[in-house]
């Protein structure tokens, strides 16, 4: 099933964090930002921390999706 991080994408940009700051912010590796932007799974344990980051529920910032558009 696809995945999709548009809605972490767009949350940045309401927030006005750039992928750098929400690396640092979080201790996420390059590695799992780029995995993301190709739309890819990544753990449970970089997720939470991008959530308890952004102050957020992993809803906000991902879904899967039921097409393939984002593969």
């Known amino acids: 099933?696809?995945?999709?991080?548009d809605k972490l994408w767009k949350m940045l940009i309401d927030k006005k964090m750039n992928r750098t700051d929400l690396?640092?912010?979080a201790g996420i590796s390059f590695n799992v930002l780029a995995k993301m932007g190709r739309?890819?799974?990544?753990?449970?344990?970089?997720?939470?921390?991008?959530?308890?980051t952004l102050?957020?529920?992993?809803?906000?910032?991902m879904?899967?999706?039921?097409?393939d558009?984002?593969?």
Do not use: Q, R, W
């Not at 879904?63 to 097409?67: K, L, V």
């Open 1 to 5: 099933m696809p995945v999709s991080y």
């Open 23 to 25: 690396k640092d912010a």
């Open 39 to 52: 739309n890819e799974f990544v753990s449970m344990e970089s997720l939470h921390k991008i959530c308890h």
């Open 55 to 61: 102050s957020c529920d992993i809803g906000e910032i």
């Open 63 to 67: 879904e899967f999706t039921d097409n």
């Open 69 to 71: 558009e984002h593969e």
